[in-house]
């Protein structure tokens, strides 16, 4: 008997659970990452609860003294990734990266409680205070002018990593001429067609030798770092998960915390009309250096909706431009736009399509009654799926799967779209 999805979804994330965490995949991530531990935790709420609690809890366990959750935490040395804890020289317990991810997770939390009990509020209660000192830290260190728009010190930060965004500041860095030799493991588990250029790699670790010579000290890098970019996944996943961080508080009942939250909401709204490109029609990276404008639409640029930013107007302007990228494509939403010069169909954050990123823009576009736009996503995310396996990202022309197989967000997201599909059947 042919097992179903959900089954197959669910025995990726059990064998992905390295004991209170789960790992990307096999071999290719064996550590902890940020938001991919957040969206385990989403697939796993919708059959274990407790296990789900216990994903969120072990990564809020390696959030820095300054509230900073990093985006990689190191709980046991494996040679099969580089850059490890000895590259990074972050010197917290346990080891850990020195930049953080997109901060998912009190989406995800709100996710949880809304579907739960009395219990799920408790234990969302218990983490409330992590979850504040995680955003007011990007309230502050990633924007230190106050200026109301995110700043990043690495793409990695972005979860976006060679996305074109970032081609602008990435091009000006001039690479460390002593990183030494260095050996890539990324490429010995999956095609370097899909992966990172070796020159994009040698500035990532130019980026984190500045990081680790300066002490990790987030001021410095955001004012004199090698890269300091907007990025508008950043700015919308912060401004979702503000919302969301106020949602928890008032059900909680801690309302001290209500007037602060509510500050960052108004200001990041504010900081959105930075980032809105005229000529693109859509919201854009950034070069804060420069003030260079990324030229097209993401799917980052998608979380919009998602967000609630931006004018009523800026957002049917960019809904009417999704529209017409995803007829340019066989399956929906690409990460670049596909008459970009730099769209790469199949390497990573260039082109793919990434089940996660689907998950939060068809949301959005649900809310704001783009319905039409939002099926048609949730329905190639679960088709990429049906076709291509559990695959950490897809080519939006032909479908395939690409990069780490058994991907534990992308069985997360699975579980979570098809459990939504079956409580609209039954509705």
Same mark, same amino acid.
């Given at each position: 008997m042919t097992r179903s999805l959900d089954d197959q979804a669910l025995e990726i994330l059990r064998a992905n659970d390295r004991g209170g965490y789960t790992v990307p995949t096999a071999r290719l991530y064996p550590y902890q990452w940020n938001w991919d531990s957040a969206f385990a935790a989403l697939? =796993?709420?919708?059959?274990?609860?407790?296990?789900?609690?216990?994903?969120?809890?072990?990564?809020?366990?390696?959030?820095? @003294?300054?509230?900073?959750? @990093? #985006?990689?935490?190191?709980?046991r040395n494996d040679p099969d990734y580089f850059p490890g804890p000895d590259i990074w020289q972050t010197n917290v317990d346990p080891p850990t990266s020195g930049h953080s991810q997109p901060p998912v997770a009190?989406?995800?939390?709100?996710?949880?409680? +809304?579907?739960?009990?009395?219990?799920?509020?408790?234990?969302? #209660?218990?983490?409330?205070? !992590?979850?504040i000192a995680y955003h007011r830290w990007f309230h502050t260190a990633r924007d230190h002018q106050g200026t109301g728009v995110l700043g990043i010190v690495h793409p990695w930060e972005s979860g976006r990593d060679n996305c074109p965004d970032w081609d602008l500041g990435m091009d000006r860095i001039e690479i460390a001429d002593d990183l030494g030799p260095y050996q890539r493991r990324d490429i010995g588990h999956v095609d370097p067609a899909e992966r990172p250029q070796p020159a994009q790699y040698d500035r990532y670790l130019t980026i984190i030798k500045f990081?680790?010579?300066?002490?990790?000290? #987030?001021?410095? /890098?955001?004012?004199?770092? @090698?890269?300091?970019?907007?990025? @508008?996944?950043?700015?919308?996943?912060?401004?979702?998960? $503000?919302?969301?961080?106020?949602? /928890?508080?008032?059900?909680v009942g801690e309302t001290a915390a209500i007037p602060e939250i509510e500050a960052w909401i108004a200001h990041l709204e504010d900081g959105c009309q930075q980032l809105w490109n005229p000529d693109a029609g859509a919201f854009c990276a950034k070069d804060l250096r420069t003030g260079t404008f990324s030229p097209c639409l993401t799917n980052a640029a998608?979380?919009?909706?998602?967000?609630?930013?931006?004018? +009523?107007?800026?957002?049917?302007?960019?809904?009417?431009?999704?529209?017409?990228?995803?007829?340019?494509?066989? =399956?929906? =939403?690409?990460?670049?736009?596909?008459?970009?010069?730099?769209?790469?169909?199949?390497?990573?954050?260039?082109?793919?399509?990434?089940?996660?990123?689907?998950?939060?823009?068809? !949301?959005?576009?649900? +809310?704001?009654? +783009?319905?039409?736009?939002? $099926?048609?996503? !949730?329905t190639d995310t679960l088709a990429l799926i049906a076709r291509s396996g559990f695959c950490e990202y897809f080519d939006p022309l032909t479908g395939d799967g690409l990069g780490g197989r058994d991907f534990t967000w992308t069985a997360a997201i699975h579980i979570a779209l098809s459990s939504d599909a079956t409580t609209a059947r039954a509705a």
């Open positions: 697939g =796993f709420s919708f059959v274990d609860r407790d296990r789900a609690w216990a994903e969120i809890e072990t990564l809020f366990d390696a959030q820095w @003294p300054d509230g900073m959750v @990093p #985006h990689i935490i190191f709980r009190s989406s995800i939390v709100y996710e949880m409680v +809304e579907r739960g009990d009395a219990s799920d509020l408790a234990r969302a #209660h218990a983490l409330l205070p !992590k979850l990081g680790r010579e300066c002490g990790w000290n #987030h001021a410095e /890098l955001a004012r004199n770092g @090698p890269f300091w970019m907007a990025d @508008p996944g950043i700015q919308f996943i912060l401004m979702r998960a $503000d919302r969301d961080l106020l949602r /928890l508080a008032q059900a998608m979380l919009a909706h998602y967000a609630g930013a931006g004018t +009523e107007g800026q957002r049917q302007r960019m809904a009417e431009t999704a529209r017409r990228v995803v007829d340019d494509v066989a =399956f929906a =939403f690409p990460s670049w736009d596909p008459r970009g010069s730099a769209f790469e169909s199949r390497r990573y954050w260039r082109g793919p399509i990434w089940a996660v990123v689907n998950y939060m823009i068809q !949301k959005g576009l649900a +809310e704001h009654g +783009e319905t039409r736009l939002a $099926d048609r996503i !949730k």
